[in-house]
């Protein structure tokens, strides 16, 4: 009898030893990548299993539009002195203005180095993802905020055309509104409004002027900026009254549905109108960049780091690796609805609009988005979302130029 | 010996635990937050995710700012629309509880049933509740759809309208004359009492107070600009639904309360040639008053922290239906300050502990008077 419960102990000894051996060959991947975007993820691990078949990935994903839920959880986790093995982190400031600076990151330079990618990315990329010399993180995949999705039956309908600047727009609003049409641009809530403003702050101050927001040289109260809110104003009257209570999705359907003419929406837009609502691209629906922004790429893209004091250095490397690959972008992007960040990607995997886009991708000018964490930090993307909401109801141009430029200034922009 | 019981010795054992667990988790929490809202911790970027954060003390300007700076002007709102809120939930909650507990003191047909269809609500959680409103409430959705209204004209969660708005320039003033009302009150009350230090100290007070405002008060800004704030009608419809939750709940302590009620004092008010309207008001209410009390206290604290609800509703990012606990959640782990996260918390803590602290006081004093 004594005798078995030796041999029970040696063999749950034995059990733990190995259970300790293995899992010295893990990786923890957190991320908010669930639901319509779980399969692209599930594609990247599973590349990476195949080509280390020894480790075993733990799929940390953290549900929630937009990594709402997961940013908190990372904070809190960060916070804790528990990192996670790698995450991920919107390129540009939502990544070097809250983790880089605050001296949680390795550099990856070396990285960027031995693996040749300094050529691979556009400089703008690896310009928003440096800061101080060093690059920190790994982009996986690039959006673009500022696209103008309409149906061309519906304009062909209505008469008009597609407005190339905003002046053109509000043009085309009137003519809209004349015809019956209430409210011909569709805006959603919050952050979808102020993607609006984003695409026309960049088709009024020009990439260049849109830049230097955020390095600090051009002050929000500079005239030009107050003007970019008047036309936002404007804008503003020509677009539905309830948009606050739609989703991005509710909006798009109102285009679809032909209530609405117009909708600037990122371009995850297309991946909803071909996969879930069955259109053909460019019959069913169609775009074209924002007013004004025509040569321009308004980017944001997600990507993942190595925090500092990760518990399986060498696998996250590994999976860095699996990250910037042609072969892993290729794997992750047709299925996310978005485009390679390398511009050697294979193209005959991707739809009739990633095409476009990528092709955009490789001659337009590139500017970060505000809104989506690459131009601005977190501390002043996340204070413009009340500014939008208070100037939504008063059309106070100045105010809202004097309140973004307080917010600048507490959120350290251009210091 | 006796001290030492056994008795006493395992109940000491038995509360230990949750008296360790409470003094960490809540008291010594609520003391680190307070301290953190007292800090700089997140006004700057780069230490507030450091792994060693320089964290400075800077006694009470997050408060400062949170009340007075042109950046704030959100929270100014959430706290306004947290007490119109808070009172029109009561005010719902009591009034329909206590209609649905009269019904059902009847005694209906089916009575267990409707009881269980009144209170059923309380048993889903915010978060549901808050989805399935939010789909009846929408622009295109249920209501609209049922009662053949307007979409354009009856945003019920959209709406951008402001009513009974007030500058917040005039809060020290408000404030003044109310408080200087309610010591002459309490003057008048001495007066009555015959008490004469009381009355001439708070009529003294109330004088100081009336004199302040009418002189000074005026000229006080705490902005630059004057700054309205007021009741948002896009509220009304998150208002809906918290009655529809919670409004069982009321009911079901009134209902407690009127099954408590002697069958003999409503035969004696009867006796006396009280017909049924004033047995109601002169025996029945006022017995109830306890049970009003108790259930303000509750919906009380459950309005001034809601969070989940209107999260589920409207999302994070709408200023017409933000509540002070939304922009803290924002505050601390979106915009990452988390020094004025602390500071928002610890002011909705003070506001609770105002409902509450009152509530316990006379709870206490009760006891020991039965005691």
């Avoid at chain 1, 809190?76 to 002195?81: A, D, I, Q, S």
């Avoid at chain 2, 709406?159 to 008048?188: H, M, Q, Y």
Wanted: net charge positive; glycine share 8%; proline share 4%.
């Amino acid at each position: 009898m004594k005798k078995s419960i030796k041999n029970a102990l040696v063999i749950t000894a034995a059990l733990g030893l190995t259970a300790q051996a293995l899992a010295a060959n893990k990786i923890e991947i957190f991320s908010w990548w669930a639901g319509d975007e779980g399969p692209a993820l599930a594609a990247l691990i599973k590349l990476y299993e195949q080509k280390y078949p020894t480790v075993k990935v733990d799929n940390a994903t953290v549900t929630g539009g937009a990594g709402t839920n997961a940013k908190a959880v990372l904070k809190t986790r960060m916070l804790g002195g528990d990192p996670p093995d790698s995450f991920q982190a919107h390129a540009g400031q939502e990544l070097t203005g809250t983790w880089v600076v605050a001296d949680r990151m390795e550099d990856l330079s070396s990285l960027y180095k031995s693996e040749g990618w300094a050529s691979k990315f556009p400089k703008a990329v690896i310009d928003l993802i440096s800061y101080k010399g060093g690059i920190y993180s790994v982009p996986v995949d690039v959006h673009r905020s500022n696209v103008m999705w309409y149906v061309p039956a519906n304009l062909k309908k209505w008469g008009v055309s597609v407005p190339k600047t905003w002046a053109e727009m509000l043009t085309t609003c009137n003519t809209l509104k004349a015809k019956g049409v209430a409210a011909p641009l569709v805006m959603g809530e919050n952050w979808t409004q102020q993607m609006v403003w984003e695409s026309i702050a960049t088709a009024m101050l020009g990439p260049q002027g849109w830049n230097n927001l955020w390095n600090g040289k051009l002050k929000f109260t500079d005239p030009k900026v107050v003007d970019t809110f008047t036309m936002y104003g404007k804008v503003l009257d020509c677009a539905n009254k309830d948009a606050s209570g739609l989703s991005w999705q509710q909006a798009t359907d109102r285009v679809l549905s032909g209530q609405s003419a117009f909708n600037i929406m990122g371009d995850w837009a297309a991946g909803y109108m071909t996969t879930t609502k069955k259109l053909k691209p460019g019959t069913g629906f169609a775009w074209s960049p924002s007013p004004g922004t025509s040569g321009t790429f308004i980017m944001l893209a997600d990507s993942f780091g190595l925090p500092k004091g990760a518990k399986d250095r060498t696998e996250v490397l590994n999976w860095l690796k699996v990250l910037g690959s042609k072969e892993g972008q290729d794997a992750f992007n047709p299925l996310k609805g978005s485009i390679a960040a390398r511009t050697d990607s294979n193209l005959s995997k991707y739809g009739a609009y990633s095409r476009s886009a990528a092709k955009d991708w490789k001659s337009n000018t590139i500017v970060g988005s505000m809104v989506h964490g690459a131009a601005a930090p977190e501390s002043f993307t996340s204070g413009f979302g009340s500014i939008n909401d208070a100037f939504v109801s008063s059309h106070d141009a100045k105010a809202a130029a004097q309140a973004s430029q307080d917010l600048a200034t507490q959120a350290r922009i251009g210091m | 010996m006796k001290r030492f019981s056994t008795d006493r010795l395992w109940s000491i054992a038995v509360l230990t635990p949750s008296v360790i667990l409470l003094a960490v988790f809540v008291y010594g929490f609520i003391f680190r937050t307070a301290y953190t809202s007292l800090t700089d911790w997140g006004n700057d970027p780069a230490q507030a995710f450091s792994l060693t954060p320089i964290i400075r003390f800077i006694g009470l300007q997050n408060y400062h700012d949170l009340f007075t700076s042109s950046l704030n002007s959100r929270f100014r709102q959430d706290l306004v629309s947290t007490l119109f809120f808070t009172v029109f939930f009561i005010a719902g909650c009591l009034i329909l509880g206590l209609g649905m507990a009269l019904l059902l003191d009847r005694n209906p047909k089916a009575e267990g049933l409707w009881r269980t269809i009144f209170l059923f609500p309380m048993s889903l959680s915010f978060i549901v509740t808050g989805t399935i409103w939010r789909w009846m409430l929408q622009p295109q959705g249920g209501l609209n759809q049922l009662f053949h209204l307007d979409p354009a004209t009856n945003g019920w969660l959209t709406s951008r309208e402001s009513i009974w708005s007030f500058d917040w320039n005039k809060i020290p003033l408000i404030t003044a004359v109310v408080v200087g009302l309610a010591l002459l009150w309490v003057a008048w009350r001495a007066v009555r009492d015959g008490q004469r230090t009381r009355t001439w100290v708070a009529a003294g007070c109330a004088a100081l107070l009336l004199l302040w405002a009418l002189v000074i008060g005026p000229n006080v800004k705490l902005l630059p600009s004057p700054e309205l704030h007021g009741f948002n009608i896009a509220f009304i419809g998150i208002i809906i639904a918290a009655v529809w939750q919670m409004s069982g709940y009321t009911m079901a302590l009134y209902l407690a309360g009127l099954r408590g009620i002697p069958e003999e004092l409503r035969e004696a008010s009867r006796v006396d040639g009280a017909n049924e309207w004033n047995t109601y008001r002169h025996v029945i209410f006022p017995l109830l008053a306890p049970i009003t009390l108790s259930a303000m206290i509750i919906l009380g604290h459950i309005s001034l922290k809601i969070f989940d609800l209107v999260f589920a509703m409207t999302g994070p990012d709408n200023g017409p239906t933000d509540v002070p606990a939304l922009l803290m959640y924002i505050t601390s782990f979106r915009q990452n300050a988390l020094a004025v996260g602390a500071a928002i918390g610890t002011v909705l803590l003070l506001l609770v502990a105002v409902i509450i602290i009152p509530y316990l006081a006379s709870q206490f004093r009760t006891q020991e008077g039965h005691a």
